[in-house]
């Protein structure tokens, strides 16, 4: 009885080990890499053939080269290829075939590849093509200049030319000519900035400035398309602030400014490297030294993708209690609307209360021209509903505005008052932007830019406060604050403005004046709405109500964790049977020395 319950407990035991070998046996022998990113493919042929295979997207897996996407996409056959020193030698893709002056070009986001395409390791997003091309044949190309510390050359292609395809960006002929790991890339409101190249770093006040032909760029590496010929060039340079605190005594050139060498003393383009720094710089000024009724300072942070202070809304709403959404000054309404709309309020519903109502209701007229400006700003900001029967709607803010210029173009605070306003005819001008192409608000903004110009060539601009408006005014009508337009002694509007930043980011009042918390926030606003403007942003006072509250980005999410979603981190593929094989040997092992010991207990 005992043998034979041995037996049966060792049968069990084989079973068990059976059933593990079974499952072992049923997992995979080998299992496909997973895709790590897309990107595109496209074979053009020849002109009698024509394109051998549309832009076909594809997916791609790790340390895939994109001769293997080739391979994969077309097929190996279709693919005719030698083995060479330095890789794989193309010579025919589905049938046609390199011959005489014809040959296999290689191309990455229509920049000329400079290794074949057997070392080339796809990256996300990246559009393969090979090209068939005569080499006798004169082909689009541009050239491509990396110059570093000291004027030390990190690339120079001024020998050769590079090839180009499909008008690809100046920074994807950076990446691709370099190799993108070379490239540091910060991500900003407005596109990639360029942190370092090759291992050579944009620190403190140093910044990588982008040329084309030898002049300055308008608009980022990465918004502009190639054209043939050019001539780009990437160039470490030093931004020295243009608010140099030793010039205490206040002395100042024609313009009012600061009589100090810096950016405001020639006409040099203004890049968006340099106008990225004075906002940033701006910004942490305007955070270190936070106060919650910045409105001014809240607006601006909006618009260049930086964070409000928390504390702000919940101010707003206390303020907003405190005088039961109806404030003794009408402007007080309007400028907390703005600044609650950008901290991701509601103004129809902050506290239980309607502050566009009691603008549109209220009575803008008290305050003078500056009440009627931010009701109509403040109304305009966003798709606010406005009764017909309201005491105040746009069309009639507009007219009554426009009721009140004066016969030089200006307007003055109040309308009794007919002496000169820079400040006021700028904001008047901010006010009207959204409807400068009805005709005749057109007429009333000609007559005021006009003023606006002789007032800066007469001097009369003193102060950076006034330069805030008036750059804020001109980005808001899609006028270049750094253009011809506002120029006197080669110094424009917008380099005079930026001469009263100080090394801490801060403005200054008047040249050799220190930050302050008055005219940092207006100036801030300028520096915003000028980024906007280059940017194609838009409209600063835009703000439309978050129907959710406060904006919040989603949380990034990998291409692991789409995968793996929320049932944990899968465990590896090994892609291999190996050692599933060796643990059932060693089962099977331990099963047979167990049967044996009880088959040798029972016989003894």
Do not use: C
């Not at 600063?540 to 406060?550: A, D, E, R, T, V």
């Amino acid at each position: 009885m005992i043998g034979k319950r041995y037996t049966k407990i060792a049968l069990m035991l084989l079973l068990v080990f059976a059933l593990f070998f079974g499952g072992f046996h049923a997992l995979p022998a080998t299992a496909a890499a997973a895709p790590i990113g897309t990107g595109s493919l496209l074979v053009e042929g020849s002109q009698e053939t024509g394109t051998l295979l549309s832009e076909t997207p594809i997916q791609y897996v790790q340390d895939e080269t994109a001769f293997d996407a080739l391979v994969n996409k077309v097929g190996a056959k279709n693919v005719d290829a030698a083995d060479t020193s330095i890789g794989k030698s193309i010579n025919g893709i589905m049938g046609l075939s390199s011959k005489d002056t014809y040959y296999w070009a290689f191309y990455v986001n229509g920049i000329a590849a400079p290794v074949g395409s057997s070392s080339y390791n796809v990256h996300d997003g990246d559009k393969l093509s090979f090209r068939y091309v005569d080499w006798t044949k004169p082909s689009d190309s541009v050239s491509l200049k990396v110059i570093g510390n000291n004027g030390q050359s990190l690339y120079d292609s001024s020998q050769y030319n590079i090839g180009i395809a499909d008008q690809p960006t100046a920074l994807q002929l950076l990446q691709v000519t370099l190799g993108s790991d070379k490239i540091g890339l910060q991500d900003t409101q407005y596109g990639p900035m360029i942190i370092s190249i090759d291992g050579t770093s944009a620190q403190g006040n140093s910044y990588w400035a982008f040329y084309v032909n030898g002049q300055y760029a308008s608009i980022g590496a990465d918004s502009y398309k190639l054209q043939p010929n050019d001539q780009i060039t990437f160039k470490l340079e030093t931004y020295t602030p243009t608010g140099d605190n030793s010039n205490s005594s206040g002395d100042s050139n024609s313009n009012g400014g600061s009589n100090n060498n810096n950016s405001a003393s020639s006409s040099e383009s203004l890049s968006s490297v340099k106008l990225q720094q004075a906002i940033d710089s701006a910004s942490e000024y305007t955070l270190k030294n936070w106060s919650d009724d910045n409105i001014w300072g809240a607006i601006a942070l909006k618009q260049t993708g930086k964070i409000i202070p928390s504390s702000f809304l919940s101010s707003a709403n206390q303020v907003v209690q405190k005088n039961s959404g109806k404030f003794h000054y009408i402007t007080d309404a309007e400028k907390y609307t703005l600044g609650i709309l950008a901290a991701g309020g509601d103004p129809t519903n902050i506290s239980g209360y309607n502050l566009v109502q009691n603008i549109y209701n209220g009575d803008v007229t008290k305050q003078g021209t500056n009440g009627e400006v931010y009701a109509l700003i403040s109304l305009g900001s966003t798709d606010f509903p406005i009764p017909s029967s309201a005491t105040w709607t746009k069309e009639k803010l507009i007219n009554q505005l426009l009721n009140t210029q004066q016969q030089d173009g200006h307007w003055s605070l109040n309308t009794t008052d007919s002496s000169s306003d820079i400040d006021i005819t700028a904001m008047v001008l901010v006010a009207l932007a959204p409807y400068k192409d009805q005709t005749e608000v057109k007429d009333h903004i000609s007559k005021a830019l006009e003023y606006l110009s002789s007032q800066y060539l007469a001097s009369k601009v003193d102060n950076s406060s006034t330069a805030a408006q008036i750059v804020l005014a001109l980005s808001s009508l899609g006028i270049d604050g750094n253009g011809p337009t506002f120029i006197k002694d080669n110094v424009s509007i917008m380099q005079y403005l930026m001469s009263f930043q100080q090394n801490d980011g801060g403005f200054g009042y008047k040249a050799g004046n220190t930050s302050d918390t008055f005219s940092t926030p207006q100036a801030f606003e300028a520096l915003a709405a000028y980024q906007m403007y280059k940017g194609g942003k838009g409209y600063l006072y835009h703000l439309p109500i978050s129907p959710n509250g406060i904006e919040q980005a989603p949380p990034i999410q990998t291409k692991q964790s789409q995968a793996v979603g929320n049932k944990g981190n899968a465990l590896p593929n090994t892609a291999t049977n190996a050692e599933n094989m060796v643990l059932a040997g060693l089962l099977l092992i331990l099963a047979g020395t167990i049967l044996v010991y009880f088959q040798r207990k029972r016989r003894a």
